[in-house]
């Protein structure tokens, strides 16, 4: 229970670690033309670290400080801007950094994932860091955390209904809204032996019957990034759950496409 308990908080405290973490992705990028590496710690660091991510979760579960001044000084929308809001966690945090072009060629792109989070943390943020923002469309990537047990156990349709909330939210606001496909997972490197796949394949399966009801664009993430096993393929990812450069670049090109769709829909 101990050693379960500290993975999640240390995987938990990675935000705080991503402020340093992009300048040095960004410097491998620049200078070396390498794909960016995820960090390593000593013990006596992780611990210190468990320490003070114990602090944020108990004083700001949902991480609302982590994009309040960005949030502040981020320009009104200018007259015919398209607006679009990613929220989700570290698969949406990260791909600013693997794939710093995508944001910076698309400048009215707004990242505002956190790493480790889950539903229920997203949906209480969604109005600080979606609705505030006054996006015209908001990219809703959400719910493998939720299965990884990182916030505690739930069940599939508890997760599936804080992303219909996020979704209801967005519409009532005018905002309009693409859901993507939880992203294929054979084993979670934190959180084994929960057997992921086959729970997000179920999961996926209810976001897509909910955006067609509700005509919403669905982005399938799942299929052309999973192997024989249903979880991530090799060539796309470091650690099984997570996109490399190559992995982006997939996710690239199918969001870019439900983007210029829903522009032309009305939800």
């Known amino acids: 229970m101990k050693n379960k308990k ?16 992009g300048i040095c992705l960004g410097q491998q990028k620049k200078s070396a033309k390498e794909e960016p590496k995820f960090p390593t710690f000593t013990p006596a660091q992780l611990d210190s670290l468990r320490k003070v991510a114990e602090v944020r979760l108990h004083k700001d579960w949902a991480y609302f400080e982590k994009y309040l001044v960005e949030n502040a000084n ?41 790493s480790g989070q889950t539903t229920p943390q997203m949906l209480i943020r969604f109005r600080s860091d979606v609705i505030n923002l006054n996006p015209s469309i908001v990219v809703i990537l959400a719910g493998t955390n939720d ?31 693409i859901l ?26 209810m976001l897509l019957s909910y955006a067609k ?28 759950v997570h996109p490399n450069l ?9 969001v870019k496409k439900a983007i210029t769709k ?4 009305k939800q």
Not at 96 to 114: A, H, L, P, Y
Not at 246 to 254: N, S
Request: hydrophobic share 40%.
């Open 262 to 265: 829903t522009l032309k829909t």
């Open 6 to 21: 500290n993975r999640l908080l240390a995987f938990a405290l990675l935000p705080m670690l991503l402020g340093n973490m």
């Open 180 to 205: 993507c496909s939880i992203l294929p997972v054979y084993e979670y490197p934190w959180s084994p032996g929960l057997e992921p796949a086959g729970k997000i394949m179920k999961l996926n399966a």
């Open 213 to 240: 009801k509700n005509s919403i664009v669905y982005v399938d993430f799942h299929t052309p990034m999973a192997d024989g096993r249903n979880g991530l393929k090799a060539e796309y990812t470091p650690d099984g």
């Open 147 to 177: 299965i990884a047990g990182n916030t505690g156990p739930t069940t599939l349709e508890n997760i599936y209904g804080n992303i219909v909330s996020m979704s209801e939210l967005a519409k009532a606001n005018h905002i309009k809204v």
């Open 74 to 114: 981020l320009p009104p929308v200018s007259q015919g801007e398209k607006r679009v809001v990613f929220m989700g966690n570290s698969i949406t945090e990260f791909w600013k950094f693997w794939d710093s072009d995508f944001f910076t060629e698309n400048k009215s792109f707004i990242d505002r994932g956190i």
């Open 246 to 254: 190559a992995g982006y670049k997939v996710m690239d090109e199918l």
